[in-house]
């Protein structure tokens, strides 16, 4: 692998972009309104909150549906088969959208934009797309649509760049909780995986723009923050301070923001001095996303996740003797090519050992470019679905005895909206990641609510205001 250093945006280059952004709203032909589609992960739904920001300071205003805009741009993702085949899906249907408005522009850009080979293609059988941009030119925005409102043809632009670029426009999505994206990338090349291909060499953000922006959050009354990064506890790597993510979340936790989240952490770097801030915080929640993929090391070790099945159970039980009741969520794989039965077993009892508060599974998808896609043995499709159905009967029964921990405690929920049952509801999410329901009112949105946990109903917990 070529040594690739992070490329720091600078004010001036960014000035330039708020010049063209400029230029663009004072354009005859230019979009009024937007719309943006997002799929994939928190990462990707921070950048459409970016996108969403540039585009207002070109004078665009939000759509309410792809329908009604003038431009519309698809996020998109490519970690399975089907993110990626949804948003293609969806793409080409814009097509017949511009039948009724011939002044659409179609952009594309994200995960899936960057993979090797994207760019000729979109030029080659998807014609009808405008523009296109990889993750690392997300905040060249203005100048991309500049050009694109000045040609006929579509522009295209891919760099394999690792950009950091601060202070760019954010459009939050919500009002009271928000992300902060801490380090971009991933180094750690899961042999399934195709996220460091298309989000480049793993870079930290500077530690004091980070707090900036956390102090700048919570003085507008943001109540929680959510850390991103795709490993978020090897934060710091290449930074010549010497911050590490412990450290990190101790300065932040001093900011005041009542609750601070994070997401995702590799069990290799989950450090002890990590549980221990942990153990010792006031505002970082008490709940850890650990993902575990799998059950058996053999598959682990074709996996390159470098921990055994021992080595990730001795972390939860650390992270359980600093955290008591605290609320574990996991990703698992199951039919990675070569999986037995067997080593599919090893998968169902850790997950019955483990307890998890919840987990997304998956079916393994072969990623062109990544080790296990030329792997031998790949596994039926008729295999891996009933795999994945008895894996998530084992979670659903698991999730059913963590949850009722809850029942009878009391939780600090942060309402999140009206509940889908009933509009007399409302429900969020307690300090332990659990989404829990009580009697409320749309005043309530946004607010920090103490309640208590009565009973568990088709496995959503139910609870009162104390
Ligand atoms: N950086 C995070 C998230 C990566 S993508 C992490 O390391 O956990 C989110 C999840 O998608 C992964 O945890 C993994 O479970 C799943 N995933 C990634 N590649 C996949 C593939 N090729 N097929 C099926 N699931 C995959
Ligand atoms: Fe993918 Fe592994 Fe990196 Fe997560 S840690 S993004 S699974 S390569
Ligand atoms: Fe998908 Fe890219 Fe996230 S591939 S999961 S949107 S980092």
């Known amino acids: 692998m070529a040594e690739r250093k992070p490329v720091h945006i600078t004010k001036e280059q960014l000035a330039e972009q708020r010049g063209y952004a400029a230029e663009v709203s004072a354009m005859e032909n230019r979009p009024r309104s937007y719309h943006v589609v997002t799929y994939g992960c928190q990462m990707n739904a921070h950048d459409s909150e970016k996108l969403s920001g540039m585009l207002r300071q070109m004078g665009m205003e939000e759509a309410p549906t792809r329908e009604d805009a003038d431009f519309v741009i698809f996020n ?41 080979g994207m760019a000729e293609k979109i030029l080659k059988q998807y014609k009808f797309i405008d523009l296109a941009f990889g993750t690392s030119n997300l905040w060249r925005l203005p100048e991309l649509l500049h050009r694109t409102l ?48 298309v989000r480049g060499r793993e ?35 290449g930074l010549e301070c010497g911050m590490n993510f412990p450290e990190l979340l101790r300065r932040l936790d001093e900011v005041g923001i009542p609750r601070i989240r994070f997401m995702t952490s590799h069990p290799k770097d989950l450090s002890d001095e990590l549980i221990e801030v942990l153990g010792q915080s006031k505002h970082i929640l008490p709940q850890f996303h650990l993902p575990v993929q799998h059950g ?18 001795d972390k939860v039980r650390k992270l359980r003797q600093a955290v008591p009741g605290i609320g574990l969520t996991t990703d698992i794989i199951v039919g990675f090519p070569g999986e037995t039965e067997e080593q599919f077993l090893d998968t169902l009892s850790i997950v019955e050992e483990v307890g998890y508060d919840s987990a997304f599974t998956f079916i393994y ?16 499709e008729d295999v891996a679905t009933d ?48 989404s829990i329901t009580f009697p409320g009112t749309e005043s309530d949105i946004g607010q920090i609510v103490r309640v208590r946990v009565t009973e568990m109903k088709n496995n959503t917990l139910m609870g009162e205001r104390i």
């Not at 970690?79 to 952009?107: C, H, Q, S």
């Not at 922006?213 to 923050?225: D, M, N, Q």
């Not at 998808?365 to 080790?371: A, D, F, N």
């Open 76 to 116: 998109t993702c490519c970690v399975r088969d089907n993110a990626e085949r949804r948003a293609l899906g969806n793409v080409t249907w814009l097509k017949e959208v511009r039948k009724k408005n011939p002044n659409l522009i179609i952009a594309v850009c994200g995960c899936m934009i960057q993979q090797p």
């Open 150 to 197: 000045r040609s006929d043809r579509s522009v295209v632009v891919v760099e394999e760049e690792d950009s950091i670029a601060e202070d760019l426009p954010v459009q939050r999505l919500r009002q009271d909780a928000a992300y902060i994206t801490i380090m971009y990338g991933c180094d750690n090349f899961c042999s399934y995986c195709i996220v460091p291909y």
């Open 203 to 237: 870079r930290s953000r500077d530690p004091e723009a980070i707090l900036r922006e956390a102090r700048e959050l919570h003085a507008s009354g943001v109540k929680e923050i959510m850390l991103l990064g795709q490993n978020v506890n090897s934060y710091g790597k």
């Open 296 to 313: 058996n090391d053999e598959i682990l070790r074709r996996m390159n996740r470098r921990y055994t099945r021992e080595q990730y159970l």
């Open 365 to 380: 998808s072969p990623r062109t470019g990544t080790v296990a896609a030329s792997m031998e043995d790949q596994i039926p």
């Open 387 to 434: 795999r994945i159905k008895r894996l998530i009967a084992a979670q659903e029964a698991g999730q059913k005895k963590a949850m009722s921990r809850f029942i009878g405690s009391e939780e600090e929920v942060l309402v999140e909206g009206l509940s889908r049952r009933s509009d007399k509801a409302v429900s969020g999410h307690g300090r332990h990641g659990v």
